[in-house]
């Protein structure tokens, strides 16, 4: 019998306004436990927000937010569950990444110096400089460390991986893989990058203009939805294929056919291969492929959303 996944994080019908203009507008989504949740947004789309507003830092004006089933708006109970790691993250002045570990370790009862100290100096991090003389992308890594070590069970990531170079962006994905398999670390990870998400997450969400457009299991959507290239020995032969799948998108240059396509992969290779074309072979989607395709679908053009 299949286990039933436990819903970590709920919010329901969530609002904030600031000045009256809405910065998240009648936001409904659920974050369920064991699974990467990828947040994806342009500037303004309310991602911040709505991070801060599940770590407890802000009131949502309308609905509510629940972590393991407890509102966490003025809770410690729940909010000792959350770290939330901000876009611009504070430190105490004059502080060292060993102050910092000081000061969260008195916080967070669960808080792991030992791991904390390890990966400073597997990352190369100096322990006792004052961390204002830093790189953006040395405080970033403090800001993770400290939030990985910091034994909660939900971590909430801000634009996470900027400011990092790409070596840099593996080694943190490579911490937040190891957490997760060794204690069951679940991390919410806000992007404004569809594609840093993409070899992480089990679950995206779509922000737009405070709202979610989109909320699907990653899995679910790849199953779905397909690409073929294709070589067809006549235009007659392409259109029987086409008139018998349901075709997202079609492009074509010379005589290289590239359908993305909705249904079953084994019932659309069957189709295809019927007419007996010349080439054909079926080809993983990106992320960002995906997501074209299921906004389309919605009435929206992601590339005007996003890219």
């Known amino acids: 019998m299949e286990q039933e996944v436990k819903q970590m994080i709920s919010a329901k019908s969530v609002s904030k306004r600031f000045d009256g203009l809405p910065a998240v507008d009648r936001v409904s989504v659920d974050i369920k436990e064991g699974l990467v949740f990828g947040m994806v947004g342009t500037n303004g789309a309310g991602k911040s927000t709505l991070l801060r507003m599940i770590a407890g830092v802000l009131r949502a004006d309308e609905g509510i937010i629940t972590v393991d089933d407890q509102p966490v708006y003025e809770n410690p109970l729940a909010k000792k ?57 040395m405080k970033k890594q403090v800001s993770i460390l400290l939030g990985v070590c910091a034994g ?38 806000a992007s404004h990058n569809l594609r840093e998400l993409e070899d992480i997450c089990d679950h995206v969400g779509l922000l737009h203009k405070g709202g979610v457009l989109l909320s699907k299991d990653l899995e679910e959507m790849r199953t779905g939805i397909h690409k073929l290239q294709c070589v067809f020995e006549s235009d007659e032969q392409r259109d029987r294929v086409v008139s018998g799948l349901e075709v997202v998108n079609k492009e074509q240059r010379g005589r290289l056919v ?18 007996n074309p010349v080439f054909y072979e079926m080809l993983p989607l990106t992320l960002e492929e995906i997501f074209i395709s299921e906004t389309e679908v919605a009435g929206y053009d992601f590339k005007k959303l996003i890219l």
């Open 258 to 275: 590239t359908l993305t396509v909705r249904g079953n992969a084994e019932e659309i290779e069957s189709r295809v291969a019927e007419v």
């Open 152 to 189: 909660t069970k939900y971590l909430l990531c801000d634009e996470t991986f900027d400011g990092l170079d790409p070596v840099m962006r593996q080694a943190v994905k490579s911490i937040f893989a190891k957490e997760i398999t060794e204690r069951g670390l679940t991390p919410v990870l």
């Open 81 to 137: 569950e959350v770290f939330y790691i901000s876009d611009d993250a504070y430190y105490l002045n004059n502080g060292t990444p060993v102050d910092m570990a000081d000061y969260y370790g008195a916080v967070y009862e669960r808080f792991n110096r030992k791991r904390y100290l390890e990966l400073l100096n597997q990352l190369g991090l100096p322990l006792s400089r004052k961390i204002s003389t830093f790189s953006k992308g």
